[in-house]
């Protein structure tokens, strides 16, 4: 997986381009701040530009897709349909070229309505064929995606850093604890605070095993081709605090056969602070000597916790909560919706049409949750709303206009362009976080890569941040 990383940038690269995102993002704060469900109430679109306005108005979705999202327009032979701002075309132009590519090497791009993808579930789209199926049982094709890339990315880095030992925090149901233990031989402990994923975990372990034993008397011999001889993995209880000592972690993952021993520390998805704590536990206990981190839920960041501490000290910058849970958006799926002009694309305005009739009842309730209505995209305003408006305390036979409510569903295509706007700007937002995480392991010593390792349009959260330290310590 070496050739998968970008070129590592120095630490005064890494500084230039933390001070351009920040410079980018501060100028279009009005966009990646705002709510697409306040596009009527707030008024959104006339906030944008007029020859923004202009240039976006008219674009179908596809147009929207290819014009605006699409990394690697212009194409030769396609042109835009009309003269476009230079500010409009200098805004989609830096956001696609300051961000970390998303596409791991090698995987094609769709070019076309229909998504490629991965090799692996071609011949069946729930079963990964790369994956041995003692591993597939209660995990579903994403989670079967990621557990293998991260699974053989952290068997590398143990190798590379001539550990066997191997800490999981976040470990859930432990479905990557199971993989790098029973399918690649490593020495697992998962801490997971959850107890009753923990008592799942061990679940599955023992029907991994009670399958393993059926295997091995049906063929008649203890070498089976995709498991590894190992002990079985570890689950542990517990929660792993920002200022804990490495010798406090839980069930003491440091101990081994009485004596401190060295290990990698990994996190899938770690959520919201825990990808932070985890980068914080490696630059501080000598026996952390790699580390893999893919974070996800970025708006669980706690603003006093989170290491946005070097971008933190730069003029203008700020990431609200709203930009930060806009980094979370799946950027590929969205293209997708556009390219085959999905129905799915209806349920933004019609959220948004929904909030600018509430506001009108209740001007003091503001984005109020009125969760998931299934299949709205299928349903009609009327039916929509009927479902919509006993959630937050109104009557689902609220008399409403039907002029008014006409009106703003014709404006479907601008509020598709304004939720593309802020999704222009997602990874932007992405690339300052993970690139203050490797500033803040750069000024202490550490280097640290990046790569897209995961397929973006089966696991938006794609990047993995590894770092390694020098293998100075007695070996596991």
């Known amino acids: 997986t070496g050739n998968m990383f970008f070129a590592p940038l120095s630490e005064q690269e890494q500084k230039d381009l933390a001070k351009s995102l920040v410079l980018l993002l501060s ?16 008024n959104l679109w006339e906030t944008l530009p007029v020859g923004w306005q202009k240039a976006l108005g008219d674009l179908s979705p596809p147009q929207i897709a290819q014009l605006l999202l699409d990394r690697d327009f212009p194409i ?17 132009a830096t956001s696609h070229a300051l961000v970390f590519p998303r596409m791991p090497p090698g995987h094609r791009a769709p070019d076309h309505v229909a998504p490629v993808k991965p090799e692996e579930f071609l011949s069946n789209s729930s079963q990964s064929s790369l994956l041995g199926h003692i591993f597939r049982k209660h995990v579903k094709p994403k989670k079967q995606h990621e557990i293998r890339k991260l699974g053989l990315m952290v068997k590398q880095l143990c190798d590379q850093t001539h550990c066997s030992s191997v800490v999981d925090v976040g470990s859930g149901q432990g479905h990557l604890t199971r993989f790098l233990s029973f399918g690649l031989g490593l020495d697992v402990t998962g801490i997971e605070a959850d107890t009753n994923l923990v008592s799942m975990a061990s679940i599955f372990d023992q029907q991994l095993l009670s399958t393993l034993a059926k295997e091995r008397q049906k063929s008649g011999t203890s070498r089976l081709p995709h498991v590894a001889p190992g002990p079985a993995p570890r689950h542990v209880v517990g929660w792993v605090s920002p200022r804990a000592t490495c010798e406090s972690y839980p069930a003491g993952p440091c101990q081994k056969r009485q004596r401190v021993s060295n290990f990698v520390l990994t996190g899938l998805h770690a959520c919201g602070d825990l990808s ?34 070097w971008v933190r000290g730069l003029p203008r910058h700020q990431l609200s909560y709203k930009a930060r849970e806009g980094a979370c958006h799946a950027l590929e799926d969205y293209l997708h919706r556009l390219r085959e002009e999905s129905g799915l694309l209806k349920t933004h305005c019609y959220r948004a049409a929904l909030e600018s009739i509430i ?79 490797m500033l803040f392991l750069q000024e202490r010593g550490f280097q640290s890569q990046l790569a897209p390792l995961f397929d973006p349009a089966l696991s938006p959260r794609n990047l993995v941040l590894v770092a390694v330290k020098k293998a100075d310590e007695e070996a596991c």
């Open 27 to 42: 100028k279009y704060k009005y966009i990646s701040d705002s709510y697409i469900i306040e596009f009527f109430s707030e």
């Open 76 to 92: 030769p032979g396609h042109f835009y349909p009309s003269v476009w701002p230079l500010s409009l075309l200098a805004l989609r």
């Open 276 to 309: 932070a704590t985890l980068l914080r536990h490696f630059a501080n206990c000598p026996y952390i000597q790699g580390i893999t981190s893919v974070a996800c839920c970025y708006m669980k960041i706690t603003t006093m916790e989170n290491p946005i501490e």
């Open 359 to 437: 506001r009108a009842e209740k001007p003091h309730l503001r984005r109020a949750s009125i969760q998931t209505i299934k299949k709205a995209h299928m349903l009609s305003f009327a039916e929509y709303a009927r479902l919509g408006l006993p959630r937050v305390g109104l009557p689902g036979d609220l008399p409403i206009d039907p002029v008014h409510v006409g009106t703003m569903l014709k404006q479907q295509d601008r509020v598709i362009v304004f939720f593309s706007l802020a999704l222009l700007l997602a990874p932007v937002v992405e690339t300052l976080l993970l690139l203050d995480r």
